[in-house]
């Protein structure tokens, strides 16, 4: 998948979200972690609330609960970056 620069600025200032330690100081190092770990990004907030109710154990959890997960980053522009770490 191909991460633009605003998912990728968004992961690097919102990784200790996630991470204890940092994963990834760069662009081309979160593209490549990002990668890595297959992650993906969803067009806007419905996508993303059913593909972690699809992939993720979220029994019980509200929407908003859903996108407040650690994993779920929410880009500036309405998209949601998911991160299985």
């Given amino acids: 998948m191909v991460y633009d620069d605003e998912v990728l600025n968004t992961f ?7 991470f204890d330690e940092q994963v990834a100081e760069t662009p081309d190092e979160a593209d490549a972690f990002l990668d890595d770990v297959c992650a993906i990004v969803k067009e806007d907030r419905k996508s993303a609330i059913k593909y972690m109710k699809d992939e993720a154990d979220c029994t ?6 859903i996108l407040d ?17």
């Fill in 12 to 18: 690097l200032e919102n990784q200790s979200r996630l």
């Fill in 60 to 65: 019980g959890l509200s929407d908003d609960e």
């Fill in 69 to 85: 997960q650690p994993e779920v980053f929410e880009i500036p522009d309405g998209r949601y970056l998911i991160v299985e770490g």
